[in-house]
């Protein structure tokens, strides 16, 4: 994730805009053919689309719903977890503006409950559970590192709002290199807890409440589990904002009718918004295994990435004058060969561990891949309806000065 900073950083500082994981591949990856960059950015922000609204908001309070269904237990997991997700609807309903008040707060709660179960849990590591380091082979390792890089992936998805944040110049990429830094040396300590006071024969399948109760008091084991709701809200909130900026530009592109991208007053997309939760909720009463859904989402979420660090490998050859923009210039730590090798670098890891998690994870694997069929066959048709052009703003991509 941090080989990936340089390219992003680039990217940000001379084009701030929503969603970039969208519009920089399909602008700039191919300007020889056009259609081929556009048409790699869509699969994937399709896929992200309905990975998402399908399978990863329910999922995502699964641990959450989970833990409150243990406090009220006349009220099941599924009616929580259809509670929690028609709350997050609501607070994306008003856009951009409540959706960041909102994360502010539940983001201070959350790293106050994963502080006391770190805090808590570092006294109790046993250096005999971190042993031995690769239980089930490097094979199963590597496919391992592919879902664990998701975890730094959210502050990634800062490039996909930043049309809309103030001196997003300035701004975008110190949230990117803040937020993953944060991202990693936090899950970091988690995972020392979580694997060192619990063998890790006991961790499959389970959740973070099982470990705080090794170690936490009864009291503070309650922290745990609204760290789980919580936790759960804020990915919601963060990954449908940017879910909902995808299809209002494919909308804006063509690629979906233009009613798709119908917008409230507050700026989001009316109708996908209610399509979304809607798939949602359904899905929260169907029992696909997690580990299934989590695989099949990772495939889409770094394939996203590589995308846009295949842009930044060709940005030196192809457009070289950014690189003269003043506001790249100014860093010392960004040249066209950091950005390049870097960018390179970071291809190579992903493409590594994807492989593996592909190996590993068959059937996610085959679900993806259909979906990403699916938006392949949605984009040749609107190019056929639009008379083999696609789309009157596909021109317009470019450097804002």
């Not at 300035?170 to 991202?183: N, P, Q, R, T």
């Not at 973070?208 to 919580?230: H, M, N, Q, T």
């Not at 993806?368 to 789309?391: C, D, E, M, S």
């Amino acid at each position: 994730m941090l080989l990936a900073f340089p390219a992003y950083f680039t990217l940000s500082k001379i084009w701030p805009v929503s969603p970039g994981h969208y519009y920089y591949p399909s602008r700039l990856l191919t300007p020889e053919n056009k259609h081929i960059g556009q048409l790699a950015g869509w699969v994937l922000v399709w896929s992200n689309f309905f990975i998402t609204g399908f399978f990863i908001l329910p999922s995502s309070l699964a641990g959450g719903a989970s833990f409150l269904h243990t406090v009220f237990p006349s009220v099941s997991s599924k009616t929580f977890t259809i509670g929690l997700l028609l709350f997050t609807f609501v607070v994306v309903w008003f856009g951009l503006r409540a959706v960041g008040w909102v994360e502010v707060v539940l983001a201070v709660l959350l790293l106050v409950a994963v502080g006391i179960i770190i805090a808590g849990g570092i006294l109790h590591v046993q250096i005999d559970n971190l042993t031995p380091v690769i239980p089930k082979g490097v094979s199963s390792l590597l496919s391992t590192y592919a879902i664990v890089y998701t975890l730094g992936f959210g502050a990634l998805l800062t490039i996909d709002i930043g049309g809309e944040i103030r001196d997003a110049h300035d701004s975008v990429d110190k949230a990117v290199l803040y937020g993953v830094s944060v991202d990693i040396v936090t899950a970091a300590l988690v995972g020392i807890v979580v694997v060192g006071t619990t063998s890790y024969t006991q961790l499959e399948g389970q959740t973070l409440d099982l470990i705080a109760k090794e170690y936490l008091p009864p009291a503070l084991v309650v922290v745990s589990g609204f760290g789980a709701v919580i936790a759960g809200l804020t990915t919601i909130l963060a990954i449908i904002t940017v879910v909902n900026r995808y299809i209002m530009a494919a909308a804006d592109d063509g690629i979906l009718p233009t009613w798709v991208g119908k917008q409230n007053k507050h700026g989001e997309p009316t109708i996908m918004l209610i399509v979304i939760y809607a798939g949602a909720i359904v899905a929260s009463i169907s029992d696909l295994p997690l580990s299934t859904i989590v695989s099949g989402y990772v495939f889409s979420q770094l394939l996203l990435v590589i995308l846009v660090l295949f842009v930044g490998a060709r940005l030196p050859n192809v457009y070289p004058e950014v690189f003269e923009h003043e506001r790249v210039k100014e860093s010392r730590l960004i040249s066209p060969s950091v950005v390049r090798w870097s960018s390179i670098c970071a291809i190579l890891i992903m493409a590594v561990a994807l492989t593996f998690l592909a190996i590993s994870s068959q059937t996610a694997f085959g679900i993806f891949l259909l979906i990403a069929v699916i938006g392949v066959v949605i984009y040749v048709v609107r190019w056929w309806q639009a008379g083999k052009t696609i789309l009157p703003t596909l021109e317009k991509g470019g450097f804002q000065d």
